[in-house]
């Protein structure tokens, strides 16, 4: 796992959300506990050398980002640096996809696995995502189950929270109208 240098908890349209950034990257962040005690406590679980402290100014900027994400604003975040020296190869493919999905828009485990050139790999898509150490900047919400089923997500709140990220981006499976209308 890479060394966090810091880490911050704040405040987003859906909860309390958590950042930990190293000396070239971010780390790892974390989605909503069920409060802000949660995420905290979850923030000192992965990084337990890290000290919560106000974030650097180019992690500010991430956090507003975030927040701004979460609120329906849509941004990529493509170019947000991500450390994923300890990520598996694959992992690491699955995030560079899911990573791309625009704002508001789907893909389908298989999908993803397609793009991979694994069409096979929908199962290991689902494993990958659901150890995804940087939710919501590669958005694991924006992946669904086969046939417009949602799938599961480990955050929170479960596909309860998934679904409301997919409300707040009026979310589109394909080219039909929002997931919503």
Not at 69 to 92: I, R, S
Not at 99 to 108: D, E, K, M
Request: proline content about 8%.
């Amino acid at each position: 796992m890479p060394v966090a240098a810091g880490f911050c908890v704040f405040d987003t349209a859906i909860g309390a959300c958590g950042l930990a950034w190293g000396e070239r990257a971010i780390v790892g962040a974390q989605l909503p506990g069920v409060d802000t005690a949660a995420t905290r406590a979850r923030m000192r679980q992965r990084f337990p050398g890290a000290a919560e402290t106000h974030p650097p100014a180019v992690m500010q900027a991430v956090v507003m980002r975030i927040r701004a994400a979460l609120g329906g604003y849509a941004d990529p975040m493509l170019d947000v640096p991500l450390d994923m020296d300890d990520v598996p190869a694959f992992q690491q493919r699955v995030y560079q996809v899911t990573r791309a999905i625009p704002f508001g828009r789907t893909l389908t485990y298989g999908e993803v696995a397609a793009q991979l050139g694994e069409p096979g790999a929908a199962r290991a898509v689902g494993q990958a995502l659901g150890h995804n150490p940087f939710a919501p900047i590669v958005p694991c919400h924006r992946v669904l189950a086969a046939r417009t089923g949602a799938g599961g997500f480990s955050a929170e709140g479960g596909v309860a929270t998934k679904l409301r990220m997919l409300q707040i981006e009026n979310a589109q499976l394909g080219p039909e109208p929002g997931l919503f209308d």
